[in-house]
Nanobody, 117 residues
Framework: QVQLVESGGGMVQFGGSLRLSCGTS????????MSWVRQAPGKGLEWVCT????????YYTESVKGRFTISRDNARNTLDLQLKSLNFEDTAVYYC??????????WGQGTRVTVSS
């Protein structure tokens, strides 16, 4: 069974930083492109970023370019997201997922990020 478990969310002040992690199991992580997706309160799902299976390429939605960094450790089957210069629009539940935009597959349970004043 595929398992994706996000962690690292919490409350952070405007302009602050946070690092999210995703532990995975139940599939061949090294052969799988991975993504982060988020859902803000009262909003729909928004694709955030994708990293290629070997880490050779990354892609970001325009609003997070230069502030967020997606990375992976294929030796540990983990996926990370470094969030910097956080603003109120970044408040959301963040999910890691298999695949890339628009071909997303399995999802985790999510971890909540709240940017406060």
């Amino acid at each position: 069974q595929v398992q994706l478990v996000e962690s690292g969310g919490g409350m952070v002040q405007f302009g602050g930083s946070l690092r999210l992690s995703c532990g995975t199991s139940g599939f061949t992580f090294t052969n799988t492109h991975m993504s982060w997706v988020r859902q803000a309160p009262g909003k729909g799902l928004e694709w955030v970023c994708t990293i290629w299976s070997d880490g050779s390429s990354t892609y970001y939605t325009e609003s997070v370019k230069g502030r967020f960094t997606i990375s992976r450790d294929n030796a540990r089957n983990t996926l990370d997201l470094q969030l910097k210069s956080l603003n109120f629009e970044d408040t959301a539940v963040y999910y890691c997922a298999t695949g890339g935009n628009p071909s997303l597959g399995y999802w985790g349970q999510g971890t909540r990020v709240t940017v406060s004043s």
